[in-house]
């Protein structure tokens, strides 16, 4: 499985970004694809998760209202569309896939933790200015 992440850059606060998340190397319809960030001197959160079957997406609590995820299944893509940033929303942005075999894997909080996924793509940065 790769993943290639793309789409960041610059942007001021109150501005919009939409990254991309490029899928390939397997079928994905049993996968949770999510979003992580990593902002300098801190550590990795979670952002978003979507399954890519039935599209059930969960967000963290502080980013609700502000990002979307989504994903286009003809295309392996999974999509971040951020909008009114923050300087706080600055960091390095990853996505990542998990493989399922049941459907209550994608419950309870498993998938707000890093480690429950098991592949991993390079990183966009995202960087707002006030």
């Known amino acids: 499985v790769q993943l290639q992440a793309s789409g960041g850059g610059l942007v001021q606060a109150g501005g919009s970004l939409r990254l991309s998340c490029a899928a390939s190397?397997?079928?994905?319809?049993?996968?949770?694809m999510g979003w992580f960030r990593q902002a300098p001197g801190k550590e990795r959160e979670f952002v978003a998760s979507?399954?890519?079957?039935?599209?059930?997406?969960y967000y963290a609590d502080s980013l609700k209202g502000r990002f979307t995820i989504s994903r286009d299944n003809a295309k392996n893509t999974v999509y971040l569309q951020m909008n009114s940033l923050k300087s706080e929303d600055t960091a390095v942005y990853y996505c990542?896939?998990?493989?399922?075999?049941?459907?209550?894997?994608?419950?309870?909080?498993?998938?707000?933790?890093?480690?429950?996924?098991?592949?991993w793509g390079q990183g966009t940065q995202v960087t707002v200015s006030s």
């Open positions: 990542a896939a998990k493989l399922t075999t049941r459907a209550t894997e994608y419950s309870g909080t498993y998938y707000r933790q890093g480690s429950w996924y098991n592949y």
């Open positions: 190397g397997r079928t994905f319809n049993n996968y949770v």
């Open positions: 979507v399954s890519w079957n039935f599209g059930i997406t």
